[in-house]
């Protein structure tokens, strides 16, 4: 896919120059117009195979990839990067279910001496006449 195609489909003028934010606005519009479970059974292969051109016109914009030879693929590559991680991410994973674990543990511990209390008051007020329930 070329710069100039890309462009055409995300509906910008031919010789558009379009920032990144642009790109995402247009492609959040054409996706709605162009999505495949909007429109009836017979339409939707072609539905389909216009989307798939929208969201490849879309990731070629922001990725920055041009053929050799076009006038207007002068984008440059848009790079992500995560929050910051201490050590890589990987020390502090432990320390995150710790908590959890606190919450689960203290549940049980509570919510079963309750309820062995309640059992027994429960027992007490009202005897069982049944020789074989505890």
Same mark, same amino acid.
């Given at each position: ?14 010789? &558009? ?7 995402? $606005? ?7 117009? *162009? ?20 969201? $490849?016109? %879309? *990731? %070629?914009?922001? &990725? ?9 693929? *002068? %984008? &440059? ?15 502090? &994973? ?12 203290? *549940? ?15 027992? $007490?007020? %009202? ?8």
């Amino acid at each position: 896919m070329r710069v100039d195609e890309a462009i055409n489909l995300l509906g910008f003028p031919p010789n &558009s120059r379009p920032s990144p934010s642009q790109v995402k $606005e247009a492609y959040k519009k054409m996706v709605w117009e *162009t999505h495949p479970d909007r429109f009836p059974i017979d339409q939707k292969p072609n539905a389909e195979c216009r989307f798939k051109l929208v969201s $490849e016109a %879309y *990731t %070629y914009l922001l &990725s920055g990839v041009r053929q050799e030879g076009s006038a207007s693929g *002068t %984008y &440059s590559r848009v790079v992500r990067y995560g929050g910051q991680r201490s050590h890589g991410g990987k020390r502090n &994973s432990a320390l995150i279910g710790v908590p959890f674990l606190f919450i689960i543990l203290g *549940t049980f511990a509570l919510g079963g001496s309750f309820a062995s209390r309640a059992y027994k008051r429960q027992k $007490e007020a %009202y005897p069982s006449h049944n020789p074989f329930l505890p």
